[in-house]
């Protein structure tokens, strides 16, 4: 099976008119139904929040800056064509995420490191121990010469049947111990995933990795202007009067002739029914559900035990965008790990915002902080990075996906072993029940992977004839 190419002209043909409920008004569920209800089904998007968009969302200032932060999914490199045509559908206007001008700033082991957009640092200036080998490679090569084996055996990355055999043998080792077999030093992974390893990211499978990078390498990212949810948004209004806000899914039940869905509103519980259901929740969610266990052994494996990393959002409004005094542009990446930006870097305004992105472990740690510790704890963080914050926060704000009972995380990674074993058992449908969402595709924690899964499982109902 492989991931549905934009190519792919599935919607030329209708299929039998089926009566179809989709569970989740996210990115997979809303193009899933904008599909389906062009070629003629009868459709209903159950969503038990009262705004669409899932982890697609986006925060903003009432102030005359029209400042923004996107608490979700904020990157869109330019090669997500499933993404790209929806964005173009919309007419929504792109801007690049990273800023060409500016330095940036690198924070590791303590050690503030500049660069800029097209000079990377030398590997010299990092407090890390590489061979001589090693330092003279370069950013590129040091990425590409000891993955050179997987990289030349990598095949489709797209093919929901990935990795090939020549390769799968290695999806056991996280990416330090595939560079132990390989010959290199650990360090190379400290220096390609600043801002990114953490103690979950450290178990993440190596191939878990190279896909990722792959399916994404080279292209420029890009953010929507005005925010991310723009396009939910967009989606949303098509679909008015196909979403049902504001009713939890409860569970479902399937026989040979339809799916049923319990499903409770603002006062009663009730059951809906359909000649198909599209299941288009986070497996956060879904694995509290007790139609799991009637499911295939194998499906009930992958629910249960696909990773998701806890991520976190802080967005930190200050007076003056006081960093632009030394000649930085906003955006910085540490080893603890953590990522900032300034979300409007491209506004003349004075006031801004700083955005600290933290995973997993740090994530995980504001779960057990009040609002003030959070505070304390990201803006002494980003005071490191760009010093004299203190004299300048205004606000605060802080989304924690672990915390949110619609997501239950951030998204979902393999870590090792998972690979080969979990994902093709995610994509497959269940009797009448079908799977989307960035988990169920290729690209996990992408909107692409979520806009394709939704318009292949959208695809597999149409199929009927």
């Known amino acids: 099976m492989k991931s549905l190419s934009i190519n792919d002209k599935w919607y ?14 996210g990115m997979a569920g809303m193009a899933a139904g904008i599909e389906l209800i ?10 038990g929040q009262t705004r669409a968009g899932g982890r697609v969302e986006t925060i ?20 997500h064509e499933w993404t790209m045509k929806y964005i173009n559908q919309y007419n929504l206007q792109l801007h690049p995420f990273n800023p060409l001008e500016g330095e940036y700033i690198h924070m590791f082991n303590g050690k503030r490191i500049r660069y800029t957009y097209d000079q990377p640092a030398d590997f010299s200036n990092y407090p890390v121990e590489l061979t001589q080998k090693e330092l003279a490679m370069g950013w590129q090569r040091i990425f590409s010469t000891p993955l050179k084996n997987l990289i030349i055996n990598m095949g489709d990355p797209k093919s929901l049947a990935w990795p090939p055999e020549k390769i799968s043998k290695y999806d056991i080792y ?9 010959g290199y030093s650990r360090s190379i992974s400290d220096l390609i ?11 993440m499978s190596i191939l878990q990795f190279m896909r990722t990078s792959i399916l994404s390498y080279g292209a420029i990212k890009y953010k929507i202007v005005g925010g991310s949810d723009l396009l939910p948004m967009k989606m949303a209004e098509d679909l008015a009067k196909n979403i049902q806000y504001g009713t939890k899914v409860i569970d479902l039940y399937q026989d040979e ?11 009663e519980r009730q059951t809906l029914t359909a000649d198909r259901v599209i299941c288009a929740l986070p497996l956060t969610v879904i694995r509290k559900m007790n ?3 009637f499911l295939s052994k194998e499906k009930q494996k992958a629910i249960r035990e696909m990773t998701y990393w806890n991520l976190s959002k802080t967005i930190l409004q200050v007076s003056n965008r006081y960093w632009k005094k030394e000649g930085l542009n906003g955006f910085a990446a540490t080893n603890r790990p953590m990522e900032v930006w300034d979300p409007n870097y491209e506004s003349s305004e004075k006031r801004g915002l700083i955005v600290a992105y933290m995973k997993d472990d740090d994530s995980r740690l504001m779960t057990k902080l009040s609002d003030q510790e959070r505070l304390n704890f990201v803006s002494n963080q980003v005071n490191k990075v760009f010093p004299n914050l203190f004299d300048h926060l205004e606000h605060s704000y802080t989304k924690n996906w672990g915390e949110d009972p619609w997501a239950l995380g951030g998204y979902s990674i393999n870590t090792r072993g998972q690979m080969t074993t979990l994902l093709p058992h995610l994509i497959k449908p269940e009797g009448r029940i079908y799977f989307a969402g960035e988990h169920a595709s290729a690209y996990h924690g992408w909107i692409q992977g979520a806009i394709e899964s939704g318009n292949r499982a959208a695809k597999e109902i149409n199929s009927f004839e």
């Open 12 to 25: 030329l043909k209708r299929g039998k008119p089926q009566k179809v409920l989709i569970l989740g008004a």
């Open 38 to 47: 062009k070629l003629g089904h009868d459709v209903k998007i159950i969503e």
């Open 60 to 79: 903003r200032i009432p102030s005359k800056e029209n400042l923004y932060a996107n608490l979700g999914a904020s990157r869109i490199p330019g090669n």
């Open 174 to 182: 996280s990416f330090k111990e595939y560079l132990d077999l390989a």
């Open 193 to 203: 995933n600043i801002g990114w390893e953490t103690e979950q990211g450290m178990d």
């Open 257 to 267: 002739k339809k799916v049923s869905v319990i499903v409770s509103g603002r006062t």
């Open 291 to 293: 139609f799991v266990k």
